[in-house]
């Protein structure tokens, strides 16, 4: 990969490098370049953002692997990530409660994705700014999994003296959801591996499970809600530890037909999905639990939610590793290998 850098300012240029896809693949590294192309002009509800930092997640090398094309193909190449933080360059004439020069952070709409760039044009609905106690590169960690977390416990209910099995507690989603479940009130079991049990012990977890050692399935029952970021097996065990009742949320387990109707997916395929799962949903039926597969949308409240937790200190960002914008490939291999403790971030400035 060719190294370089990039000379940036807060005024305005007529062009953005972007990090894209020019194929679906599971080699990330060949398929993976970066483009210069000018950048388009905003609508009236957009605004133009200079982008300092880019977060990336699970959810970025599963979309370049091809998991999506089934739910939202795009077409190539494509851009790059969902969250990101930033400088307002412009804004659209009917965008109100922002000015060029605002510091914001952002979770990107699907139609949006590319943030691992020098610029992006996004729906104002999909901004708010920033924590003034941040760093850009702090911020941008945050908006994507913020926004899943909250509405995951939403969804849940998830309330004082609830308890939460979290299965991956040491991951992006999982050192949020820690932190905000305790916030709730919530007594809190999570899952991870030896090496990073002092990390979710540090952010608030009441009893950690060491899934290399241990069975979860064999040491907990009656919990209220299980929140599940790894699926495969551990979410198929995990209904054995919810009370009757209890919710199993989920963000990488199967997708439930409500879920997919939601973001659009026809009747034919929705159909398909049920008899893939027909045995896990059968189970889900026969323990009397409630299940969803929680698909995340950009929403500037929740975003502001996120802004209030942190300015309270009730929340911190967990960041592994910072790279560099001409090391953003490298980043995106560190991330597929699912070793990352919280979030990997790109300094794009």
Known sequence: MCIFRFRMSVTKDNFQTSLKAKAYSKGIGSVLEFVRNPISKIKADEVLVKIYAAGLNPVDYKIIYGQAKRYKNHELPFSVGFDCAGIILELGPDVKNFKNGDKIFSKVPWHQMGTVSTHAIVDSKAIAKMPEQLSFCEAASLPLVGCT???????????????????????????????????LGAIVYTTTSTVNINLVKSLGADFVIDYTKEDFKLQLKNIDVVYDTVGGKPLEDSIQVLKKGGKLISIAGHYDNATLKTIGIPCYLRFLNDCKNAKINSKIRQAKIFYKHLW????????????????????????DKEYLFEEAISALQYLETNRVKGKIVIRIV
């Open 149 to 183: 977390v909250i509405e995951s416990f939403n969804l849940a209910n998830l309330k004082k003296g609830d308890s939460i099995l979290i299965l991956g507690g040491s991951g992006g989603i999982g050192t949020f959801a820690i932190q905000y479940a305790k916030q």
């Open 296 to 319: 995340s949308f950009p929403n500037q409240k929740t975003l502001n939610q996120i802004s209030d937790l942190i300015n309270q200190q009730k929340i911190k960002p967990v960041i």
